[in-house]
């Protein structure tokens, strides 16, 4: 990405920070897992019920799965995310004393945490940044821009990272999360309407179409 393209787009969406809510550190790692091949406003609805039934790391590891997989069940995939989020409180609290780890490395070996769920996890709790997260719509939107060819989202990260200074890396996923949601959605591209518009290739109106 050209630095203009940065620029225009920290102009449109200004500080940025993760859409989930949270206030303990384990509670955004759970709501992380919970986000997978699900919406972040529908991870918020559900999480309210979630944390106030288990209001601690020890609750969600001494917790009967059926307990947490009714709270979760509109969340999808609630069998193997409810395993996931217990497996990663026990793990959390036996091998790290509560506290979340402060490398990828580390974080990977959490159930349920993949590298997007770990760099996520260690740039909003730690403010440390080892990569870029790459979602469905950053992984979209970098193929729409021309920043990548790339279809797995570790090679879409690399290439991302080869273009962008790391001071740049934590924003620049939510700049284009949040442009996937506002303008380039996946089965309609608003382009008209794009800050973007006049410089990617994808573009109608770059294309004068």
Sequence with gaps: ???????????????????????????????????????DE?????????????????????????DIEALIFSTGFYHNKAKSIQGFARKLLNDFDGKIPKTIAELTTLPGFGRKTAN???????????????DTHVNRIS??????????????EKDLMSILPKK??????????????????AHRRFCEECILKKDCPSSSVAQGV
């Design 1 to 39: 990405m050209v630095f203009p393209d940065f620029f225009l787009l920290r102009k449109e969406f200004g500080k940025v920070q993760t859409p989930l809510h949270f206030k303990h550190h384990y509670e955004l790692a759970i709501a992380v897992i919970l986000s997978a091949q699900c919406t």
């Design 42 to 66: 529908r991870v918020n609805q559900v999480t309210p019920a979630l944390f106030k039934t288990f209001s601690s790391l020890e609750s969600f590891a001494n917790a009967d799965l059926k």
């Design 120 to 134: 996520v996890v260690l740039s909003e709790v730690h403010g440390l940044v080892e990569g870029i997260v790459v």
């Design 143 to 156: 193929k729409v821009l021309g920043l990548t060819t790339k279809n797995d989202p570790v090679q879409v």
């Design 168 to 185: 740049y890396w934590r924003d620049i996923s939510l700049y284009l999360i949040f442009l996937g949601r506002k303008n380039c959605k």
